[in-house]
């Protein structure tokens, strides 16, 4: 096994091996492993000690923040309050000053009193307690040796921790699923009790004891469950499910939020009430010793069980699942599965075992599906087909929503350089901050400004810098003011505006520059509303500006393009944010140059409305603005190839050299590589943590979904031009189309890219 070892954030401390029910579906009493038989009834108190220490080991060792103890049994309120109270002490007491300490119990509730729940709160003991929904669901398995049912007490516990003095320790409900149980009247009788989350868990099952299925249907699970769903979301969700929640997670990109699904690495160590550590307890369901590691407190470190072979099995993600697996659309949602659903005997070694047979080593019997493989394709399938509409990000495929997103992620940014700033920005910034909030309530001018792409390039930089301690809070301030500045001329608004001019240049973003003095030289200036134009005035001189006239030496304006049906977007030579491409931007284009280069460029629009209309016509609205990029022998890029900024959606550097047949399809691609770069910044169309390979029809090896995807969208843009593109990209599609990296925005991106495809 290769790879970091991964620190365990989470233990599972027996204090009583014993319970005060006879669950017929019991993994620790009814199933394989009936170890439990030679353990001592309590955990002692050299147990709770070295395990208290050794956690503190651990936490020291890899500077764990936090770290979660599930106090379990057999049913640990039967350890007595004073155990739990040893046990609650010691391990704060190791804990003090090295991490924070989440202390949970689960139990059946029977014997749970106030005097147990003060105990609690002095310790903050948080509690989950296993209820399987109404009292004929319930028991069905959860019933005393004598056959009495349990579910008035349960409930009567349940009730106890709703009380106003407990209820912020109620961790919520665990309820085992037996799919003869009606699921309707379960989740009913769950909710009526307001828990604060509800933990669906699947009975444990293995290949060679398979799961109960009442009806012979083999996705007899998911649909028990997806009934479930539809009334948990008919009623608008009341409570965190995690199952639910799980998938849905994972279908948009994030992580897994249960151990029975997903690809996250197990985090998790189970210390028994003699001071064994072994592996998972539901392991306990495959073979009798299966969650054997050989160690224990006393002589071993918990690095020297994360290290364990059956351990490391769990913690490999994708490389840790079968074949079959991980050729699976779903695999990234269900991770295969909890790996004891996997057991089947005689299709392997153990996975390290030191109690069963076989010897370390491998994945053994695990190296299969999950016995609910069927039920788990079925439950993420119904869930995502459920809730596709509202899970979709609007901006995938709706080139507005889009605008809108990439609009909202800089108004953040903007906000989030404030906060980060945290009052180290002082007059100068403040002033600046006040004056942009007043202009903004008068005008949208502001807004409009600071959606030009280039503004992101600044408000990145200085809120690394803000992060890293070290703001130009005057240079900040001076940027705002310019924007002010920028925004009250657009809006026509009667302020003025005092704005810094660097190097003899007045800067007004999005308008123009104008030369107050020499190179070298730096000072104040006040910008006012002028007829036609606006004047600045300095210490010694004013100026009057007439924005549109270019021919007055000092003031040189943000060109347009706007000419022969072309669209009217900036030519922004001028920008000083603007060299933000992987090739450098143009210094600046003469007047001639520049009318050179803007003919051409409306020349290559009008090839690009002619060969793909509405590829032409989204980037019209889209686009905001084009920058010329400087021709160079050793280019940072590609040479003769638009770029899409590194930050900002709405500009392109374009080269200054080429005729219009060759500056349409540069613009095209540069334009297919933003837009896709625009989605990634404000959405997830693909999961980041695997290590998916794909084959590339234009790559001799395989690439990252991440290249794959952009290669095919790149592709089918400009499959009009070329049919190599077309047959690529539909074959990179086909790769795409079972890939269980892509969220469910990116398999909607997947439809339209393909639609798109067919119409070429």
């Not at 310019?482 to 660097?502: E, K, M, Q, S």
């Not at 021919?551 to 049906?565: E, F, I």
């Amino acid at each position: 096994m290769t790879g970091p070892l991964v620190p365990f954030r989470e233990i599972v401390l027996k204090v009583h091996s014993r319970c005060d029910l006879a669950c017929d579906h019991c993994y620790i009493y009814e199933h394989a492993d009936q170890s439990w038989r030679t353990r001592p009834k309590a955990i002692s108190d050299e147990a709770i000690s070295r395990t208290a220490l050794r956690l503190a080991e651990h936490a020291t060792t890899h500077a764990l923040p936090s770290v979660s103890v599930i106090l379990h049994g057999g049913e640990p309120l039967l350890a007595g309050p004073a155990r739990l109270r040893r046990v609650c002490e010691e391990l704060h007491h190791a804990l003090d000053g090295v991490a924070d300490l989440d202390l949970r119990i689960h139990t059946n509730g029977l014997q749970l009193s106030p005097r147990y729940l003060d105990l609690f709160d002095e310790f903050g003991v948080r509690v989950g307690i296993s209820l399987d929904g109404d009292r004929t669901a319930n028991d069905r398995h959860r019933r005393f040796a004598d056959g009495r049912s349990s579910h008035p007490l349960v409930l009567k516990a349940v009730e106890l921790l709703r009380q106003d003095r407990y209820r912020h320790l109620d961790l919520g409900l665990l309820c085992t699923i037996d799919a003869a149980n009606d699921p309707v009247a379960v989740y009913d009788a769950l909710d009526a009790l307001d828990p604060p989350r509800i933990d669906f868990l699947l009975p444990h099952a293995t290949w060679d004891e398979p799961p109960p299925r009442p009806d012979g249907s083999p996705t007899a699970y998911a649909d028990w469950l997806l009934a479930v769903f539809d009334r948990w979301d008919a009623r608008g969700r009341p409570m965190p499910v995690r199952l639910f929640d799980s998938v849905l997670s994972t279908l948009t990109g994030g992580p897994s939020l249960t151990e029975s699904l997903g690809l996250a690495p197990t985090d998790l160590v189970v210390v028994e009430t003699d001071g064994t550590l072994e592996q998972v307890d539901s392991l306990k369901s495959a073979y009798e010793g299966a969650a054997a590691t050989g160690f224990d407190v006393f002589a071993h470190t918990f690095d020297e069980v994360a290290a364990h072979p059956g351990v490391r099995s769990r913690q490999l993600g994708l490389a840790g699942v079968s074949e079959e697996c991980r050729r699976c659309p779903v695999v990234r949602s269900c991770g295969g599965g909890l790996y004891t659903h996997r057991y089947r005997s005689g299709s392997g070694t153990p996975p390290g075992g030191f109690g069963g047979p076989g010897g370390p080593g491998g994945f053994g019997g695990f190296d299969n599906p999950s016995v609910y493989c069927a039920d788990l394709i079925a439950l993420i399938g119904g869930i995502e087909s459920r809730t596709r509409a509202e899970t979709v990000p609007p901006a995938v495929g709706h080139p507005a929503e889009l605008l809108d997103a990439q609009h909202e992620l800089t108004r953040s940014m903007l906000a989030e350089l404030h906060a980060a700033l945290d009052g180290r920005g002082g007059e100068p910034w403040q002033e600046a901050w006040e004056l942009a909030n007043a202009v903004e309530r008068r005008s949208d001018g502001l807004d409009t400004l600071f959606a030009h792409p280039y503004t992101r390039t600044w408000l990145a930089e200085a809120i690394a810098a803000a992060r890293d301690g070290r703001p130009d809070a005057p240079g900040l301030a001076r940027r705002v003011q310019a924007y002010v500045a920028a925004a009250v001329l657009r809006g026509g608004l009667d302020t003025p505006v005092r704005v810094h001019h660097r190097d003899g240049v007045l800067v007004l973003p999005t308008l123009g520059a104008l030369r107050l003095g020499p190179p070298g030289e730096s000072g104040e200036a006040e910008v006012r509303l002028a007829e036609k134009g606006f004047v600045v005035r300095t210490g010694t001189a004013e100026l009057r500006v007439v924005r549109a006239d270019e021919t007055a030496g000092p003031w040189r304006p943000v060109r347009r393009l706007g000419r022969d049906g072309a669209p009217d977007l900036a030519l922004d030579d001028i920008d000083p944010y603007r060299d933000t491409f992987d090739a450098p931007a143009h210094p600046g284009l003469g007047r001639d140059e520049a009318a050179d280069w803007s003919g051409r460029l409306a020349a290559a629009w009008a090839l690009l409305r002619e060969a793909v209309p509405d590829q032409a016509a989204q980037a019209a609205v889209t686009l905001s603005t084009l920058t010329p990029l400087a021709p160079v022998t050793a280019p940072r890029g590609p040479a003769g190839r638009a770029a899409s900024p590194a930050y900002g959606y709405g500009a392109l550097g374009v080269p200054v050299a080429g005729d219009p047949a060759a500056l349409a399809p540069a613009l095209l691609r540069g334009f297919r590589r933003a837009t896709l770069r625009a989605l990634t910044e404000v959405t997830d169309l693909y999961a980041l943590d695997g290590a998916w390979q794909r084959p590339a029809p234009w790559r001799e090896r395989p690439v990252p979904v991440s290249e794959l995807l952009a290669g095919a969208h790149e592709r089918v843009g400009l499959a009009a031009y070329d049919r190599r593109h077309r047959d690529h990209a539909l074959r990179a599609l086909d790769t795409l189309q079972d890939a269980a990296e892509l969220t469910v925005g990116g398999k909607s991106l997947l439809t339209t890219l393909r639609a798109e495809a067919d119409r070429v």
